[in-house]
């Protein structure tokens, strides 16, 4: 594909993320950081985001296991997750998480529960967005090694 096709997909898929609420101002800071002598600041950020919020999704997910909710504890972990999605932007992500917190400060299991399981979909579909963004965006600038994204966006396990 064509340098100057590249970029203007790169273009449309990060104005998509604006238009569809994935992400939000906090994303066009970060890329304002990015420059050529660290040209993968963005991605290397987005990166730290998922394998920190691994361990944060799987102390939520402890939590969520036990019987009864601690709601405290869950409102208290989610809390910390949801600062991790405000420091990429991740908007729709943050929504869920608040909304999470507003059940737990309601004490609604059944909420929480369903909430939950929406914002690990949503952070799923965000997660394989960039990791897409990323591919067409270091392929447009061929300067940036592309080997960095396959091997660090890994799953949580």
Known sequence: ME??????????????????????????????LQDDTNPNFVEEVV?????????????????????????????NHMQQFKGSCSSIGAKRVRNECNQFKEYCRAGNTDSCKRTFQQMKREYTTLKRKLESYFQVYFLSNSHVNLVFVASTMTPCT
């Open 3 to 32: 340098r100057n096709q590249l970029h203007r997909q790169v273009t449309q898929m990060r104005q998509s993320f604006f238009d569809q609420g994935f992400l939000d101002d906090q994303f066009l800071l970060l890329e304002e």
């Open 47 to 75: 990166t730290l985001f998922y394998r920190d919020s691994c361990r944060l999704l799987a102390n939520i997910e402890q939590a969520m296991d036990r019987s009864p909710l601690d709601f405290i504890k869950l409102e």
